[in-house]
């Protein structure tokens, strides 16, 4: 995954309040930083505080990096990290401010632990002893939403689409699908207008809104209200697959 450069140098005179005081910790103590960023608008941060971050087993996994909370409209979310579209968002920064995971939206306690473990080995610190799963370890997290409900309120802000990506992390027509077509440059220009979801099949976040497919990789493309639009079963090379995204844009 591509580290984003975040600050070359932080001049530490100039810097006052708790985003600026937690990067000046995170240079003198050479410890990682994790970075949340909300806003009163956001449907899903109370949630995600309260559901997620204060967890027994997320507040454990956490030891070992600086955590600071901060408001997307803020002076020094807007200066001192990258642009932030979609609360909440939570950034796991390096002591040399390199972001090296982003993760977008609500997750639960379980899913979010595995975004910590992620970005731990990283960063080079011990981690417990968890598989990474494919949707982490193979994708950029700036891409995907890994939750239906973040994706379609974030699709609903911005005036977009959702696509929602089923996929068997032991399937190589999923691999292929995900490595080959959708990483192709002319289905993200036609996708341009979705937001995309990844979901392994049989998950539990698949199951609660229906998408419960007999084959792997199968694609819904869905209004940000839930409703219709497609759904491409199996695995399509880029020619095909975008036939699918035009009939798709059709039913809009």
Known sequence: ????ALLAYIPVLLMSGELKDALI???????????YV??????YCKKMQTKTLSDKSVKKNMEGFIFVKTDKSSEDAKKYLPKTRYTPTT???SPKFKVVNTVKGFLNKDDFNLWI??????LGMSTSKTETPSHISSTKSEIWFYDIASAEDYAKQIGKNVMVYVENKRSKWSKRMRTETLSDKKVK????NFVWVKLQKGSAEA???GLTPKLAPTVY???ADGTPLATAKGFFDVKDFLKWVNYAKSKL
């Open 25 to 35: 910790e995170a240079k003198k103590t050479h410890k990682p930083l994790m970075v």
């Open 207 to 209: 199951n609660a809104y």
């Open 38 to 43: 909300k806003s009163d608008s956001c449907a």
């Open 91 to 93: 950034y796991f920064i």
């Open 221 to 223: 493309f869905r209004k």
């Open 117 to 122: 473990n992620d970005s731990k080995s990283k």
């Open 189 to 192: 220009d036609a996708l341009e």
């Open 1 to 4: 995954m591509k580290k984003i």
